[in-house]
């Protein structure tokens, strides 16, 4: 999403007349900084009535803190001394008010050396490979939603990283619900993005739920997800990894081509199951079919969720059945469904709850091994909840 500076309704008509995708307009060098901050935009728009020495000093700070951001500015006369500022300052492109065709041109030179210093820099500026988590579950209803969108929430809970969860059941996803939003854009925009993906296409696919986490949901019909390539889709993700320091993927609960591209791209892959004979079973044959897959035992962390002491499998049983060590244990807790219910992350509902506990966990030892600390900062302690029993819920 492109930002316009400008005070005049006339002149951002026009700006936005030139421009090929959705625009943020503010009136104040401030604003747009703090819009730049938040939203990680590739391209600023500067219109006739900012002076010219705000938005040289706009871009020598930019040049500096963010090297893919591209200023293209608009002049009603573009004198000798407006050249020179820019030619110091870094500004792209200086065009002449009312001249579509160079505005237009100028924006789409910008947007092409953005998108190739972006390939190559993260949002911070600098080289950054993120890692990518998948939550995958062989059969539906064992808590992968759930459990996706509180690891997402719970990373999101540190202030010094960056989290963007995806939702890849194409079809029938459902972090939007989770999540309690009603999205103006979903990952079905991606089927109309043309040319090489870029943060600017991030900006247009994604749903804000913090300042440091973005959301990117399921298309709003089914029809739509089919219409996307999966090729094109591991090209986003490839692209959220050098933009973001995590990235979550919902998967959907089945072998697809699309799911064993991401298994390979993935960092980790946490498979959930529940402690009943029948889950069990499908987990089991899902760790033959990933094995003979090629894709590597180190990656893929075993998730036993709705553990209930009193009818469940043991976790020594579940092992010996599977072959496999299991990496967490989540117990079955009603208050899932209570934040579901009303509209919030477990993680944020109730913190000192045993499945939080136990995301929150996780997430501690990811961060203490990303930062090289102990403990890590913005993880709760937990503390004794008393409420009763009934677990994840997809």
């Known amino acids: 999403m492109a930002i316009i500076l400008e005070t005049d309704r006339l002149n951002v008509d026009q700006i936005r007349a ?28 500067v219109g006739p009535t ?51 065709t160079a505005l237009q041109n100028a924006i789409a030179s910008s947007t092409m050396l953005s998108d190739e210093i972006s390939a190559a820099m993260g949002m911070d500026g600098f080289h950054h490979m993120g890692k990518i988590f998948m939550s995958f579950s062989p059969k539906g209803g064992v808590g992968k939603t759930t459990f996706a969108v509180n690891l997402a929430a719970s990373l999101a809970q540190n202030s010094e990283i960056r989290v963007c969860l995806i939702d890849l059941d194409l079809n029938f996803g459902d972090v939007a619900m989770f999540l309690d939003k009603i999205p103006d854009v979903t990952l079905g925009n991606l089927a109309t993005a043309q040319g090489q993906l870029s943060r600017n296409t991030i900006s247009g696919l994604s749903t804000s739920i913090d300042s440091n986490f973005d959301a990117i949901l399921s298309p709003s019909h089914p029809g739509i997800g089919e219409s996307l390539e999966a090729g094109r889709i591991l090209e986003l993700l490839k692209l959220l990894r ?90 079955e807790y009603r208050d899932a469904i209570k934040a579901l219910n009303q509209g919030q992350t477990l993680v944020t509902f109730r913190r000192s709850n045993p499945i939080s506990t136990k995301i929150n966990g996780l997430v501690k030892a990811l961060l203490e091994v990303r930062f090289a600390v102990s403990p890590s900062p913005a993880m709760p302690e937990p503390a004794p909840e008393t409420s009763a029993p009934s677990g994840l819920k997809e």
């Open 50 to 100: 900012v002076s010219m020495q705000q938005v040289s000093d706009m871009s020598k700070h930019c040049r500096v803190t963010r090297p893919s951001l591209g200023v293209v500015v608009v002049r009603d006369y573009v004198s000798e001394h407006d050249l020179r500022l820019a030619l110091e300052s870094g500004i792209r492109s200086v065009v002449t008010s009312g001249d579509a």
């Open 242 to 331: 050098r933009n973001y320091d995590y990235v979550i993927v919902d998967s959907t609960a089945q072998f697809t081509d699309l799911n064993m591209d991401v298994f390979e791209l993935a960092d980790e892959i946490y498979i959930l199951s529940t402690p009943d004979v029948a889950s069990i079973k499908d987990l089991k044959t899902a760790l033959n079919v990933m094995q003979e897959l090629g894709i590597t035992r180190n990656k893929q962390k075993i998730i036993i969720n709705r553990l209930d002491p009193r009818i469940s499998l043991k976790i020594t049983e579940v092992e010996a059945l599977i072959g496999i060590k299991t990496s967490l244990q989540i117990p």
């Open 18 to 45: 030139a421009l090929n995708e959705p625009s943020q307009v503010c009136t104040t060098v401030q604003d747009a900084h703090e819009i730049m901050e938040s939203k990680g935009d590739n391209l600023v728009i």
